[in-house]
């Protein structure tokens, strides 16, 4: 199975060269039993649609919102490739999805979410296979958030700040997460801190950070989408 991983960002700082890419961690977390392509989509790189088995969209730094050129381009392969064949979304692809599906996504007056999010599992679909927990915990770092579900899309997790947490398109053959199962606590460590006293106050950052010391349910998450992706609905 050739996975093809489209990039629409990229670790800030020296944060890329101490724990790789998105496309890495990505690999790291699903492990060794695919092919992997990584595509930078930022500068125009987008993969044919029958070229991978599946795709999996990454985590960035800008807003579906934001007008950047790659942005429009993204949208279009989206829907091209709706029902083809499967599509994950993590963050920020998670966002592109819904907008690209007619949804809406908005910089929610929320503010930041940081840190290690809980949510409450509402549905289980069949990929998500024999698991009875009720919650799933994971780390997160956004302040953008869905806030209108396109046509077809099925909540299956939730929580008081983040009412679309994970979403499925069953027509589309379609996940997204808003957290990010990819990021090892380490590295959204070092993501607080080097935004602590910028993005984020000192009393805020040290309150995100603590929670990244609590077991995540990452693995879950990484056997999920193994299983999406081979085909297991």
Known sequence: MHLGILETGAPPGDL????????DMFRRMLGPDYRYSYYDVRTGRLPEIGQHTAYLITGSASGVYDGDPWIEPLKDFIQQLSGRVPLVGI????????????????????GWGVGLHSYDILRRAGWMNSDRESTLSIPVSHQDQV???PNGATVLAASEFTPYAVLEYPQRRAISFQGHPEFSPEYATALIDLRRGTRYQPDFADAAAATLKKPNDAQR??????????GAR
């Open 16 to 23: 890329k060269d101490r724990f790789g890419s998105y496309g």
């Open 91 to 110: 963050c920020f692809g998670h966002q592109i999805m819904a907008e690209a599906y007619g949804g809406r996504v908005i910089k929610s007056p929320k």
């Open 147 to 149: 806030i209108e579900l």
């Open 221 to 230: 998450v990484a056997g999920w989408i193994r299983n999406f992706v081979s």
